[in-house]
């Protein structure tokens, strides 16, 4: 069974900095591309970063140059660098990863991490 685990959300000022992490645990042969979504209160889940095995990443328009999404393949883990914060950037911060098991890959989320930006 594979489990993303988040760490890292919490309460900042505007203009301040969170550094949000992922892990994954589990039966795993590879992760494939990693990426971070959110979800504000009325609203639907959007994409925020992603990046793929090699490194390549995308970012949503509204988080370009002052988000960072990294990654460690030998550790499982992903990572976002937010900075500059900005009040609408407050959401539940979901990680997602494609995962291969098995002679199958599987699309899986973390339970979500709380970023609450305040003005």
């Known amino acids: 069974q594979v489990q993303l685990e988040e760490s890292g959300g919490g309460l900042v000022q505007a203009g301040g900095s969170l550094r949000l992490s992922c892990a994954a645990s589990?039966?795993?042969?590879?992760?494939?591309?990693m990426g971070w979504y959110r979800q504000a209160p009325g609203k639907q889940r959007e994409l925020v970063a992603t990046i793929t095995r090699s490194r390549s990443t995308n970012y949503a328009d509204s988080v370009k140059g002052r988000f960072t999404i990294s990654r460690d393949n030998s550790k499982k883990t992903v990572h976002l660098q937010m900075n500059s914060l900005k009040p609408e950037d407050t959401a539940v911060y979901y990680c997602?990863?494609?995962?291969?098991?098995?002679?199958?890959?599987?699309?899986?989320w973390g339970q979500g991490t709380q970023v609450t930006v305040s003005s």
């Open positions: 997602n990863a494609d995962v291969r098991v098995s002679f199958t890959s599987g699309n899986y």
């Open positions: 589990g039966s795993m042969f590879s992760i494939d591309a």
